[in-house]
């Protein structure tokens, strides 16, 4: 979704915080633990702005635990603790590989990448980069229905990874919850919520 500047200012002006709020996140920088269990890769661009974001951060907020690591991205790239989910703005486009190429970085076990969009740069350059890491299972959720499934199924099977199409953003809490508990050792899958 392309939003003009007025429209992007329109969001900002929108999601302006309280003074007493301090925003924490940062571009990211390397502060995480490697080996981290699970990286939650959380699309924050423009188009997730409404009901999509509140449910993702709803959602966020419901299965934070120790051993997660929050990458969440639009132009681009920021780490989250479990204190700046509620902080989190819609603005933005979807840098796509620069979330995954922090994650990978990370070295966690398992990631789990949730958009409603589609990637800067397009699915072919993202699909070269996941077939260079094929490690660690990336699990993809599709949010609403303006997300490229090709590509997300895509990425979760060369990873050995759960593709999950979530058309209702109400659904994400549970999504995660189940991706957070899945044996990765199993063969991957697709599953529509």
Not at 23 to 41: D, E, G, M, R, Y
Request: charged content about 20%; overall charge negative.
């Amino acid at each position: 979704m392309d939003l003009t500047n007025a429209q992007t200012n329109n969001i900002i002006a929108q999601q302006t915080r309280k003074k007493t709020q301090s925003l924490t996140l940062q571009t990211l920088k390397p502060k995480h633990s490697a080996n981290s269990n699970s990286t939650i890769l959380a699309d924050i661009s423009g188009s997730m702005y409404g009901e999509p974001l509140q449910q993702l951060k709803k959602a966020l907020k419901k299965v934070w635990r120790p051993g997660i690591t929050g990458i969440a991205f639009n132009s681009n790239i920021y780490s989250f603790e479990e204190q700046d989910i509620d902080t989190l703005p819609a603005t933005g486009s979807t840098d796509m590989i620069g979330a995954l190429s922090e994650g990978w970085k990370l070295e966690s076990g398992h990631m789990i990448l949730i958009t409603d969009g589609h990637p800067d740069g397009g699915a072919s350059e993202v699909l070269r980069n996941v077939r260079l890491h094929p490690t660690p299972p990336i699990d993809t959720i599709g949010v609403g229905t303006g997300y490229d499934a090709d590509l997300l199924k895509q990425i979760a099977e060369l990873t050995g990874g759960k593709f999950m199409d979530v058309s209702q953003p109400l659904l994400l809490t549970q999504t995660l919850e189940l991706l957070l508990l899945t044996d990765h050792s199993t063969q991957g899958g697709s599953i529509r919520l």
